[in-house]
């Protein structure tokens, strides 16, 4: 399927969006489209797609004009949107989710419930993904509630995929085996236009790229003619430098130790340390245990057995609130769900975690409220209309700056950072790492979970490798690479 989109335009009130862009997308190509946060990538799709209606501009599909009006018009035609934001009912199971609207019947109408689950889990061994079919959604993993999406999508029998930031949630592993699936996709003539932000899969997997930015077109270039460099200086108009700013930090005294931290079948006996102005990388593939390792650490799940200490005090930490009382702060890794009150303005949001500052006694002084606010937005360079302006229609990288402010203004000991850069341009990610190097300069101990390995080797002085729950070791800066972080991440040894 071939399609053309010229002129586009789009606003939302007096915010224009999307300015003349357009993309033009070839039968059975892999198409990267990028630009930083905010840029009108996913507005740009969401235009052909039919959820939103374009100011100007028209959209050829295999040489006809068209302008769908709904996404199940889109659908129809061929066209499937799997967006950033999980599309899932997550008290329903898997099977029930990749078939709503789609039911297979029997006589009468009656839902055919075997010859579903049968399908359910044909496309999930297509996929190579072992979830159960039967699980319900709010039980699975991001990363897993992500491969479902991929599954419903390829079973719309669609002639174009858009993907948007399909990997942001998924393990090296798991990414492996999507690029697979799309591949053998491209084999049989399906068109897949790919966003993201990993520079690594663009060069890896695409044939083409096209960059927006602020909203319009810049070029349309063939991957293999092309460097980083150049696609940056495309996104952003001027060279970044280096990708992971320099660490020149002296590491201080020992801020956490946790010794034989046990919880269920979630992890057993994990101990590490962390030292003031060290940034501990925490690596390891989907279901691993680092997030729940990091939720019992601030509280959030109970611990079987185990000893935490701050400051080479034991402390007890039942929950949150003793959590941040000994000196921790927790980015969690879902900002949407956990991070933000999405409807609330930054103002809000900040002053949540920083109540001791703005407010004399029960109540807001609205002066210390603005003036720790500013300081935020200014601090952070957070794009914005100012302290009012609602995180909901922030782009993904300044709504984790959001996130970062309303924590680090609480003066940490520790802060742990759960996949800090997830759907974050390269320009945004390089603005995280400084300001994760300016914490740590302070003394601040840091702890990184991630999910991208270039961003835990290029950022990271220690490196804690999980598999199954266990460390599985413990390597410095100086002496890891992939293939010795994956060998460890997969129950190996060195």
């Not at 897993?144 to 090296?172: G, R, W």
């Not at 400051?311 to 702060?329: F, H, M, S, T």
């Not at 922030?394 to 970062?404: A, P, R, Y």
Request: with cysteine; aromatic share 6%; proline share 2%.
């Amino acid at each position: 399927m071939n399609i053309e989109m010229k002129g586009i335009d789009k606003s939302f009130g007096s915010n224009q969006v999307l300015k003349n862009a357009g993309f033009l997308l070839k039968d059975g190509e892999i198409h990267a489209l990028m630009g930083e946060n905010g840029a009108g990538k996913s507005t740009l799709m969401k235009i052909l797609t039919g959820v939103y209606t374009k100011d100007a501009g028209t959209i050829w599909v295999d040489g006809k004009e068209v302008s769908f009006k709904n996404p199940q018009e889109a659908e129809k035609a061929g066209i499937v949107f799997i967006y950033q934001e999980l599309n899932v009912l997550f008290d329903l199971t898997v099977e029930e989710n990749l078939f709503i609207g789609k039911e297979l019947t029997k006589g009468f109408g009656i839902c055919n419930k075997k010859a579903m689950r049968a399908k359910a889990r044909e496309m999930m061994d297509k996929l190579g993904v072992k979830i159960p079919v039967t699980a319900t959604m709010s039980d699975l993993s991001v990363g897993q509630q992500q491969m479902v999406e991929i599954c419903k999508a390829l079973m719309a029998d669609a002639k174009v995929i858009i993907m948007d930031e399909p990997t942001a949630a998924l393990t090296v592993s798991e990414t492996r085996v999507l690029f697979d699936v799309i591949r053998n996709l491209q084999a049989k003539g399906v068109s897949i236009v790919y966003i993201s932000h990993r520079m690594e899969e663009i060069f890896e997997l695409c044939d083409r790229i096209t960059v927006l930015r602020d909203g319009e077109y810049v070029g349309t270039e063939n991957i293999q003619d092309i460097d980083l460099d150049h696609v940056v200086q495309m996104m952003i108009g001027r060279a970044i430098g280096e990708r992971f700013p320099k660490r020149n930090v002296t590491v201080g005294d020992e801020v956490l130790r946790v010794e034989g931290l046990s919880s269920g079948k979630l992890f057993h006996d994990v101990s590490f340390d962390v030292k003031a102005g060290e940034v501990v990388g925490v690596s390891g593939l989907m279901g691993a245990g680092r997030t729940e390792i990091m939720n019992a650490i601030f509280g959030n799940i109970h611990l079987d057995s185990g000893k935490i200490f701050m400051n080479g005090k034991e402390v007890k930490i039942k929950n949150p609130r003793q959590a941040i009382a000994a000196g921790i702060g927790f980015i969690t890794e879902d900002r949407k769900t956990e991070g933000l009150l999405l409807e609330k303005s930054i103002a809000e949001n900040i002053e949540i975690t920083n109540l001791p500052k703005v407010a004399n006694g029960f109540v807001l002084n609205k002066p210390k409220q603005r003036a720790v606010v500013k300081k935020g937005i200014e601090d952070f360079h957070i794009k914005c209309f100012g302290p009012d302006h609602e995180c909901n229609n922030l782009s993904g990288g300044n709504q984790q700056k959001v996130v970062l402010a309303k924590w680090i203004y609480t003066e940490p000991k520790l802060l742990i950072l759960d996949e800090p850069t997830r759907g974050v341009d390269i320009g945004a990610k390089k603005e995280i790492y400084t300001i994760i190097n300016e914490m740590t300069a302070k003394g601040v101990a840091v702890i990184m979970v991630s999910s991208e390995l270039p961003e835990v080797l290029g950022m990271s002085d220690r490196i804690v490798v999980v598999h199954e729950g266990r460390v599985t070791g413990i390597l410095n800066a100086a002496e890891a690479d992939q293939a010795k972080v994956m060998t460890l991440a997969t129950g190996g040894s060195l």
